[in-house]
């Protein structure tokens, strides 16, 4: 796979960084292989934890190929740079499309990247998984490597605004390769690999320099003010009504 655009954005990305001041905290990356294909499972709390999650495996100095929503390859400033990084898009109403297209990166040695919780968690704590994640796992012999995101979601993510200000803290940890085979059920494997990025978050939050109380973006079971998990399911659920009520306007 010819990688013209890929280099390019990650100098881009390293820059900014560096401009912005990036406190980053690295924990287990060893664990993302440097060859051969593995499907990188990561929790999703910002906006930009595509930018940071694909950060997270330059130590082994691998690309990662993300699903994400078709909506963003169609934009016409995000569709290109998807589509030259060779992403893989997702039609949640025609899913099958790119479950074979992501069954075809990881035979061919590619690291995919998904979010098991599909949406963006509001409560920054760990939603439901779907199976998917492990299932490509298990139909192409390939580990599940579990890594979990903190600090991304102070810069942007939903219902706050963007903040791009310089000297955040951000963490990535990796945990260890998830091996999973056809005959093993997907629900138990799923739950293995929550269980897993569970206790990675947790490490992550208690480790993060800052634990302001009552802070927007700290969850509320460590004290912060995030809306609990069942209180961001209300939020959930009243953002699919809404969306769903626009489309028949």
């Not at 912005?20 to 060859?35: A, C, N, Q, V, Y």
């Not at 200000?165 to 293995?192: C, F, L, M, W, Y």
Request: zero cysteines.
């Amino acid at each position: 796979m010819r990688d013209l655009l890929y280099p390019p954005v990650i100098g881009f990305a390293k820059t900014a960084f560096k401009v912005l001041d990036l406190k980053f905290r690295m924990t287990g990356t060893e664990h993302i292989p440097r060859s051969g294909g593995a499907v990188l499972a990561l929790n999703h709390i910002s906006y930009v934890d595509f930018v940071i999650g694909g950060f997270g495996a330059q130590p082994s100095k691998r690309l990662v190929r993300f699903m994400a929503k078709e909506v963003l390859f169609r934009n016409r400033y995000s569709g290109p740079l998807m589509r030259g990084m060779h992403h893989i898009p997702v039609d949640r109403g025609a899913g099958a499309g790119s479950y074979r297209e992501a069954l075809r990166y990881l035979k061919e040695g590619e690291i995919v990247g998904v979010f098991p919780e599909a949406t963006i968690s509001r409560s920054f704590e760990l939603k439901e998984f779907k199976s998917g994640t492990v299932r490509m796992a298990a139909a192409t012999g390939v580990p599940v490597i579990p890594m979990v995101l903190w600090g991304t979601q102070r810069m942007m993510t939903k219902d706050h605004p963007r903040d791009f200000s310089r000297h955040q803290n951000v963490s990535i940890s990796v945990g260890e390769p998830i091996k999973v085979s056809r005959g093993d059920d997907a629900t138990e494997a799923t739950a293995q690999l929550r269980t897993s990025m569970a206790g990675l978050l947790d490490e992550a939050i208690r480790a993060y320099p800052e634990q302001p109380p009552g802070a927007w973006w700290l969850p509320a079971s460590y004290g912060g003010g995030a809306p609990t998990p069942e209180e961001a399911e209300r939020l959930d659920q009243e953002e699919l009504r809404n969306r769903a009520a626009r489309r028949k306007e």
